[in-house]
C-alpha cells in the first residue's frame, strides 16, 4: 500500500514538472539579440511630433552557410530596423511587427540618441529603458552628432560587428583623453544628484583618413569611407542638450571631476612652436565650497602627476631640476587655463553646471541649498572660482635628450 | 528514503548459522558408517552425474588388504600427490606393531599429505571433494578422511586493468582469494591483521573473508559488518556487487556507497586507516568500507607523486565532479533561460551555431549524452581489436558530420566531450557511473526550469548524500561531519598527517611527534 501512495506520488510529482512546460524558455536562435538601439525624433503621419526607434541586431543566420562552420565574416552581420511611435514603447511594437524574432534586450550595449531628440529631453525615453527588465544598466549612452542611422549603417572596419567596433573603441576612450564613457546608469545618477547635469560622449561619423593618402589598397584602408568616431561631449541642462565642448573643455571638465586618470596634455614651454607632450598618469582635485557674503566661492586644487611622451626640442637640458620645474609650472598653467575656459563657457553658454558645484554647497550648506535648489542653474551662472594646479613630472621616461641629440 | 529494511538482517550467532545454511539437502543428516560399501554408495548416489569426480579403490595390504575407496576430481587436485603421497605409500605399507586403530595408523604414518580432516558427515565429505580435496573411505571406520590437495588453476598475479598507476606497484589481486590474503599479509606481516572466514551463498558456497587491523579497526564496525554479512541467505554470490547490494546501508539510493579495488597497496592503506576489507573468491576486485564520497576521488597515485602536484589533481577531480553532474543542465538552462548570463560575443558565437538546428537545446543535450553513452558501452562491450572501429566512428560520423549536417551544434559537441572526459578522471569507476545519471535528472530539470531546476536539483543531491552512512559512518565525513581535512581537497605531505581519521581509527596515532 505504501508503496503505491510512493509511485503516485512519484507520478504526480513528474507530471507536475513536465506540466511547467518550459515556461520561460526561449532557445538561443530564436532571439534577436540587440546590440545597438537608438533613437531620433521624427515627425509622425498624421504631424505629431513623434520618436523612432532604431535597432541592430544580430543577423546569426547570415554567417552560417549550409554545411560550413560558422564563419562571421559576412559584411551584412547585422540587421537594421527602424519604426515610430509616439513613445518609445509603441515604436517598440510597431518594429516588433518587422522582426521574426524575440527582441532579446539582454545584450544591449550602447544606445545612441539623435542629437534632435537630445535637444527636446531624453528622460521621457530613457524611462523605457531603466524599466526594462532585460535592459542593462551598464549600457553605455552616447548622442549621435547627427541621427543615429549615421551611425548605425557605418560599416565596422577592424571587428567583426559594428557594435564591437563602438564599443571596443569607447571602452578605451580615457587613454585618449575622453575619460569614462558614462552608463545608463551613471546618467541616471546624474539626473537624480541635485546641483549637477550630465555631460555625454559624442558620436560622429567622420572621414577615415585624409585623402591624399591617395589609392592606397582602398578595400582595405579607411581612405574616402567614413568611420565611428568619439568627438566631443554633449553639455545637458536637465535632460536637454545644450550644447558641445571641445577636447580642450572636455579635459578641463575631467580634471575638477576627477576621472583624469589618462590622457595627454601639449605645452609649449619655450618655443612658440616647439611642444612638449605629457601623458598624464594621475590627477586628483579637491573642491572647497564656501559662502561669503552671499557669494558663492569654490576653491579648486588639482594635483596631476605627468610623464613626458615627447619633446620637440632637443636643446633641453632635460637632466637640469629648474628646466623640468619650468615644464611642470607650464603644463600647471595650461591645464588651469583649460580649467578656467572650461567653468566660463559653462558658466556663460551652457549656463549648466556639469562640475556638481551645487552637490558641493548641497552638502556643506543644506540649510542655505533649501533656498537656491529651485534656481541653481541661474545662481551657478554667479559662483566665483579660485583655481590651482600642481604638477609634477614624474619621469622622462629614461632618455633625458633625443637619440639624435649631437653635442657639440 | 532508500534504505533497506530494518528486520531484514537479524543478529545471531555467526559461524553457526553459515554452516547451518546449507543443511536443506535429503543427505543433510547422514552419517558415515562402519559400512564400507554403503559409504561408497552413498557418495556414488550423490555424485550420480557428476563426470568430473572419479574414484579409485586401493587395497593396502599391510593393514591384512583392507580395502580403502579414494574420490576426487582430477582437475583440482595435484595427481602427483595423489599418486606418490596417497596411493604409493598405501601400497607399499607394511605392518608394523602398534596398537593404534587404523584411522590413526593411516594418517599418520601412511598419508604423507599435510593437510587431514576428518567427516563424519557424508555431505560434508561430498562438499571436500567438491572443494578441492580427495577423500579416503576405509572400510570398517564410521570417519572419511579428506584430504586437502587444492590445486585450482588460476592466473597469474598482473597490473590492475582498471585502476592504473603511473608509479605505484603494478601488482593486483587475482581471482584467488587465498593468494589475495597473501598479498595483502605480505605488505602488513603482522598478527593484528585479521582475516575472518566464512562462506556466504547456500550454493556457490563463496569464501568471504573480512580483513582488519585489530587495535586500529573499530569493534562495532566489524561487529555490524558480520551482523549484515551474516544476514545475507542468498544461494549465489558471486561478485563483490552482488554482496555489497545486500549488505549496504541504503541499498536503493542512486549513489554508490561503495569502494572497490583491486590493488593490495590500496587495500593496505585504508586497512591501516582502520577501514575493512572484504575479500570475496572468485573476483579480483575486493569491497572496502566504510566508505565516504572522498574515496572516490583519492587515485593511488595521490600518493605516489609529490604532495603540491597531487594537491593539484585533488582539486581538479573535486571540480570534475562538479562539471560532470551540472555542465551539460546548465549549459542547456543557460542557452535556454538565462540568455542575459552569457558574455555577449560568445552569446553570438553559440546563436551561430545554433542557427538552423532543428532541435531544443535539451534535446540536443540528450541526443548527444546518448550517443556518448552509446559510444563507451560499445567501446565496453567489444574486443580491443574492434574497439579502434567506435572510437573512429565516434569522433569522425558524430562529432564531425552530426555538426555539418547541422544536426548538433559544436558548443554543444564541446559539452558533451568536456562532460564525458571530466567524468573519466574520477578513479572511482562506479562513483563516475552514479555522476553520469545524475547529470541526466539534472539536465532535465535544467531543461525544464532553467537554472532554479539545477539549484533544486543540486540541493537535493546533496542533502541525499549528507544523509547516506556506511556503516554508521556519515558520507561525507570528514568535510560534514568536520574533521581534518587533510587529505580530502589536499593531499597534505606525509609527514603532516600524524593522526589517524578519528571516525574510523581507535588507534589514532600514526606518527609519533
Redesign the interface.
Known amino acids: 500500500m505504501k508503496k503505491q501512495y510512493a509511485c503516485l506520488a512519484a507520478v504526480i510529482l513528474i507530471s507536475t514538472l513536465m506540466l511547467t512546460a518550459c515556461w520561460d524558455s526561449i532557445e538561443i536562435e530564436e532571439l534577436g539579440i540587440v546590440v545597438i538601439a537608438g533613437f531620433d525624433a521624427v515627425q509622425l503621419d498624421n504631424g505629431k511630433k513623434g520618436v523612432s526607434l532604431e535597432v541592430s541586431i544580430i543577423r546569426a543566420g547570415a554567417t552560417r552557410a549550409a554545411g560550413q562552420t560558422p564563419k562571421p565574416t559576412d559584411q551584412k552581420n547585422l540587421w537594421h530596423a527602424s519604426a515610430k511611435g509616439e513613445t518609445i514603447y509603441e515604436a517598440f511594437n510597431n518594429l516588433y511587427k518587422m522582426s521574426t524574432r524575440r527582441l532579446f534586450w539582454g545584450h544591449t550595449q550602447f544606445i545612441i540618441i539623435g542629437s534632435e531628440l537630445a535637444r527636446e529631453g531624453i528622460d521621457e525615453y530613457i524611462d523605457y529603458f531603466s524599466r526594462h527588465l532585460e535592459m542593462r544598466r551598464n549600457a553605455y549612452i552616447l548622442v549621435s552628432r547627427t541621427t543615429t542611422y549615421d551611425i548605425m549603417r557605418l560599416d565596422p572596419e577592424i571587428e567583426l560587428f559594428m557594435n564591437d567596433e563602438i564599443l571596443n573603441m569607447i571602452q578605451r576612450a580615457q587613454e585618449w583623453n575622453e575619460g569614462r564613457i558614462p552608463s545608463m546608469n551613471d546618467y541616471l545618477i546624474w539626473r537624480a544628484v541635485q546641483g549637477r547635469e550630465p555631460v555625454l560622449p559624442i558620436l560622429e561619423a567622420v572621414p577615415g583618413s585624409p585623402a591624399n593618402l591617395g589609392k592606397l589598397s582602398e578595400p582595405y584602408s579607411t581612405v574616402g569611407k567614413n568611420v565611428v568616431s568619439l568627438n566631443g561631449s554633449a553639455v545637458f541642462k536637465e535632460d536637454r542638450m545644450v550644447g558641445s565642448m571641445n577636447i580642450d573643455e572636455i579635459q578641463g571638465y575631467l580634471f575638477i571631476t576627477n576621472r583624469m586618470k589618462e590622457g595627454y596634455i601639449l605645452v609649449k614651454p619655450f618655443h612658440e612652436d616647439k611642444y612638449v607632450s605629457l601623458r598624464v598618469l594621475d590627477s586628483n582635485y579637491k573642491i572647497r565650497p564656501s559662502i561669503k557674503e552671499g557669494r558663492y566661492f569654490v576653491d579648486i586644487q588639482v594635483s596631476v602627476e605627468v610623464d613626458l611622451a615627447e619633446a620637440n626640442e632637443p636643446q633641453l637640458a632635460l637632466n637640469k631640476e629648474e628646466v623640468l620645474q619650468l615644464i611642470s609650472n607650464k603644463t600647471g598653467e595650461r591645464i588651469k587655463e583649460k580649467i578656467n575656459m572650461t567653468i566660463d563657457r559653462a558658466q556663460k553658454e551652457f549656463k549648466s553646471d556639469i562640475f556638481g558645484f551645487g552637490s558641493y554647497f548641497h552638502r556643506k550648506y543644506s540649510e542655505q541649498w533649501k533656498g537656491v535648489k529651485g534656481t541653481w542653474n541661474d545662481v551657478f551662472q554667479t559662483v566665483e572660482y579660485n583655481t590651482t594646479v600642481w604638477c609634477q613630472i614624474k619621469s622622462t621616461r629614461g632618455i633625458i635628450r633625443p637619440e639624435s641629440y649631437r653635442e657639440d | 528514503m532508500f534504505g533497506r529494511k530494518k528486520n531484514q538482517t537479524k543478529s545471531s550467532n555467526f559461524t553457526s548459522e553459515v554452516k547451518q545454511k546449507h543443511s536443506s539437502s535429503p543427505w543433510a543428516d547422514i552419517p558415515v558408517t562402519e559400512d564400507y560399501d554403503k559409504n561408497v554408495n552413498n557418495i556414488r548416489k550423490i555424485c550420480a552425474g557428476c563426470g568430473d569426480i572419479v574414484e579409485r579403490e586401493i587395497r593396502m595390504e599391510g593393514l591384512g588388504g583392507l580395502r580403502v575407496h579414494l574420490f576426487f576430481i582430477i582437475q583440482m587436485v595435484n595427481l602427483d600427490y595423489i599418486n606418490g603421497n596417497i596411493i604409493l605409500p598405501m601400497v607399499a605399507f607394511k605392518k608394523e606393531n602398534c596398537k593404534d586403530n587404523v584411522l590413526d595408523i593411516i594418517q599418520e604414518r601412511v598419508l604423507t599429505v599435510f593437510q587431514v580432516s576428518r567427516e563424519k558427515k557424508i555431505l560434508n565429505a561430498v562438499y571436500e571433494i567438491l572443494k578441492g580435496s580427495a577423500i579416503l573411505i576405509i572400510e570398517g571406520e564410521n570417519e572419511i578422511l579428506a584430504l586437502n590437495l587444492q590445486n585450482r588453476k588460476k592466473r597469474s598475479i598482473e597490473e590492475p586493468s582498471v585502476e592504473k598507476t603511473i608509479r605505484g606497484p603494478r601488482e593486483g589481486f587475482i581471482e584467488d582469494i587465498f593468494v589475495n590474503m597473501s598479498l595483502v599479509r605480505t605488505r602488513l606481516p603482522i598478527p593484528e591483521l585479521k582475516f575472518e572466514m566464512m562462506e556466504i551463498g547456500h550454493r556457490t558456497r563463496t569464501r568471504v573473508t573480512v580483513a582488519y587491523v585489530e587495535g586500529i579497526a573499530k569493534v562495532e564496525i566489524l561487529n555490524e559488518i558480520k551482523k549484515r554479512l551474516s544476514g545475507v541467505n542468498v544461494d549465489m554470490v558471486i561478485d563483490t556487487q552482488d554482496l555489497t547490494e545486500y549488505i549496504t546501508d541504503s541499498a536503493y539510493s542512486p549513489i554508490v556507497q561503495t569502494e572497490f579495488t583491486e590493488r593490495p597497496d590500496k587495500t593496505v592503506g585504508s586497512l591501516v586507516e582502520g577501514r575493512f576489507a572484504i575479500l570475496v573468491d572468485g573476483t579480483a576486485t575486493i569491497i572496502l568500507t566504510p566508505t565516504t564520497v572522498w574515496d572516490f576521488i583519492q587515485a593511488s597515485d595521490d600518493y605516489h607523486t609529490n604532495f603540491y602536484y597531487a594537491s593539484f589533481t585533488r582539486m581538479l577531480r573535486v571540480a570534475t565532479i562538479l562539471i560532470t553532474l551540472f555542465f551539460p543542465a546548465i549549459y542547456v538552462s543557460i542557452?535556454?533561460?538565462h540568455?542575459?548570463v552569457v558574455p555577449?560575443?560568445l552569446?553570438?558565437?553559440?546563436?551561430?551555431?545554433?542557427?538552423?538546428?532543428p532541435f531544443?537545446?535539451?534535446v540536443e543535450a540528450v541526443l548527444m549524452i546518448l550517443t556518448f553513452e552509446l559510444l563507451r558501452e560499445a567501446g565496453a562491450r567489444l574486443p580491443i581489436q574492434i574497439g579502434q572501429a567506435v572510437s573512429i566512428v565516434g569522433a569522425i560520423v558524430i562529432g564531425e558530420s552530426a555538426?555539418?549536417?547541422?544536426i548538433v551544434s559544436?558548443a554543444m559537441v564541446i559539452v558533451v566531450a568536456i562532460t564525458g572526459i571530466a567524468s573519466f578522471t574520477i578513479p572511482a569507476y562506479n562513483f563516475t557511473l552514479t555522476l553520469r545519471l545524475m547529470s541526466f535528472v539534472l539536465l532535465f530539470?535544467g531543461?525544464?526550469?532553467?537554472l532554479f531546476g539545477v539549484m533544486i536539483g543540486g540541493m537535493i543531491l546533496l542533502t541525499h548524500t549528507a544523509s547516506l552512512k556506511s556503516f554508521g559512518i556519515p558520507f561525507l565525513t570528514p568535510a560534514a561531519p568536520l574533521f581534518s581535512l587533510k587529505d580530502i581537497f589536499v593531499r597534505a605531505p606525509w609527514t603532516m598527517m600524524n593522526k589517524r581519521s578519528r571516525y574510523l581509527a581507535q588507534d589514532k596515532t600514526r606518527q609519533k611527534t
Open positions: 542557452i535556454t533561460f540568455q542575459g555577449t560575443e552569446l553570438i558565437s553559440i546563436a551561430m551555431q545554433r542557427e538552423g538546428i531544443p537545446a535539451a555538426v555539418m549536417a547541422g559544436p530539470l531543461s525544464f526550469l532553467g
